[in-house]
């Protein structure tokens, strides 16, 4: 195992999505539909283009993960004030059922990597993280 930085994140994030995907079985939700319905939880009523930057998913891709999702039942797409050029994308019932067993899902995973580190040291960790984020995100 390499002590690297990217090595380390790449292989964070694959555990983090094999694991997600063990605590959702049975749910029928594939990968990329969490990271969609956890960006709703804070932006229901989002523009797809919203979404794609937000989730960092290419718009082409996330459309047909919402149509996928639109098909299960998990959003539904609207037209507001007359715009036709534009859909937003809302929860359903269903979909709001289902955020919240990711949002367990996502709870349960973090409460597990932050095992034994005190407060103080998560919260450092995650400020130079975003820090990391936002330098990463910079052109």
């Not at 956890?38 to 290419?58: F, M, T, V």
């Not at 539904?76 to 949002?103: C, H």
């Not at 975003?130 to 330098?135: F, G, L, T």
């Amino acid at each position: 195992m390499s002590n690297t930085f990217h090595y380390l994140i790449m292989a964070e994030h694959a555990m983090l999505q094999k694991e997600l995907l063990v605590k959702l079985k049975g749910t029928g939700l594939t990968i990329g539909q969490p990271k969609v319905l956890d960006y709703l939880k804070g932006h229901d009523g989002a523009s797809q283009k919203e979404i794609a930057r937000g989730c960092h998913i290419e718009p082409g891709t996330l459309t047909s993960l919402l149509n996928r999702m639109a098909e299960s039942g998990l959003v539904e797409r609207r037209m507001l004030n007359g715009n036709r050029r534009s859909f937003y994308i809302f929860l359903t019932e269903y979909g709001k059922m289902q955020l919240e067993r990711v949002t367990n899902a996502f709870e349960e995973l973090e409460k597990k990597a932050f095992r034994g580190i005190p407060e103080e040291e998560r919260e450092t960790f995650l400020n130079l993280l975003s820090q990391i984020y936002h330098n990463s995100s910079q052109t």
